[in-house]
């Protein structure tokens, strides 16, 4: 950047060592980037920077909080000892502690927010990958998913799953020129890897009411994006599948739902996938390559993806190769397979004559790291290094009480917390048996909703009248099931 000092059109990293501020235009941060780094290096407080100065600029920000210490950006900081020395070497970057409009969200509901979304809108593809099947199994669920949208069942969360695989077993004439695709061993190996999914609590995942992507965008009341975070901190380790399928549907309904904005002064949205190699892990050939087509397209939405990882590495080449931003921090080489891994990262960058990427790879401190960033037409600066700049929020996490009054001043509290189970697939296909459903396979029924509350208000005819016009809704919903199979992941285009 030279001389010129930073505004609110940049995305402000920090300051190289002659203490010259470096950033990127942040009309161009839909162009993605990648935060990288061996363990302890600072990616945390990194990730943390760039969450505020995409909040500062109005943009909303989606991450996941691994380590538990990211909510912190719901608190002012308080900077001391080296931080405090980092911040007076940077007189242009205005400081000013600060906490910033956090929301936080679980998805047990245990920290945060529930955090849901429905079968229906996840799609056999994913599903399938989320239960880890095979070939013959997954062409079984897609046969399960078909017999759903013709007859009008809704999937909403798992018993809806299991329910209509059972219906399915004893009327397998419902599946018509698929009926030998669902065989007795494909359902039962269903049945029971959904029990499993069951078991590691993931069932949490799936019901209603599911999160509504407009409430993403929805920006604080002074105007900054508000930063949501995913509290990951026990998922990842206990069901890392879970967590890269959520952030797998979460990219997949924003490409869908998102209206094209062509070239815009910012983007709408920066999400930030920290362990991104588990994305990639074990994933469907298939789905991978969808994948790094949303990817690829994703930015004319006007959302930038931010992969945050060990090494660049632990994604696929064709998702690198689409990645603008680059922030690296430090790297250990001890083995020959190390090394090799090293050389391949500096040469990722463009040489800067100034010094060797290479060894100072190996050299960066805590909060340092080599920054890559796109000039104004969009092709990439020579490699800096940097001296990235401190948070303005606190370094480190909330206190449980401080965690609760966030919670408690959200402006979504009462919208996602209590789960509502409304008459679907599980329902249905019970009615038809003549049972009525067992009320231990379902939630606690919600509070009367603000539609029942107006409903009464109204008067008994208007009430009658929007339920009416409720159900016409449902059923709607209900035929277009088939979004979830023909959907971006499988590069069709749902239907509203």
Known sequence: MGDKMPDSSQLVIGADLAGQPIAQAMRLANRHGLVAGATGTGKTVTLQRLAEAFSDAGVAVFAADIKGDLCGLGAAGNPQGKVAERIAGMPWLNHKPQAYPVTLWDIHGQSGHPLRTTLSEMGPLLIGSLLELTDSQQSALYAAFKVADREGLLLLDLKDLKALLNHLRDNPELLGDDAALMTTGSSQALLRRLATLEQQGADALFGEPALQLEDMLQPAADGRGRIHLLDASRL?????????????????????????????????????????????????????????????????????????????????????????????????????????????????????????????????????????????????????????????????????????????????????????????????????????????????????????????????????????????????????????????????????
């Open 236 to 496: 990842v380790h206990e069901a890392p599948k879970v967590y890269a399928t959520f952030l797998l549907w979460l990219l997949a309904e924003l490409f869908e739902q998102l209206p094209e904005r062509g070239d815009a002064d910012k983007p709408l949205l920066a999400l930030f996938f920290d362990e991104a190699h588990l994305l990639f892990a074990d994933t469907p050939k298939a789905l991978q390559e969808r994948l790094e087509q949303v990817v690829r397209l994703i930015r004319s939405k006007g959302v930038g993806v931010y992969f945050v990882t060990q090494s660049p590495g632990d994604l696929p080449d064709d998702v690198l190769a689409q990645l603008g931003l680059r922030i690296q921090h430090g790297l250990r080489a001890f083995t020959a397979k190390e090394q090799k891994s090293l050389r391949a990262v500096a040469d990722g960058f463009r040489p800067n004559p100034a010094f060797d990427a290479l060894s100072v790879l190996t050299e960066l401190g805590i909060g340092e790291a080599l920054v890559g960033t796109l000039a104004e037409k969009g092709t990439p600066e020579m490699v800096q290094r940097v001296l990235v700049a401190p948070p303005q929020s606190r370094i480190g996490p909330l206190s449980e009480t401080e965690r609760t009054l966030l919670i408690a001043g959200s402006p979504f509290k009462g919208r996602y917390d209590k789960p509502i189970d409304r008459e679907s697939a599980y329902e249905v296909l019970m009615g038809r048996k003549g049972l009525a459903p067992d009320p231990q396979a379902t939630p606690e029924k919600a509070e009367p909703s603000l539609t029942d509350k107006a409903g009464e208000f109204l008067g008994t005819a208007a009430g009658q009248a929007l339920k009416s016009a409720m159900r016409q809704a449902a059923n709607q919903l209900g035929r277009q099931l088939v979004r979830g199979l023909m959907g971006s992941l499988l590069g069709g285009s749902k239907k509203r």
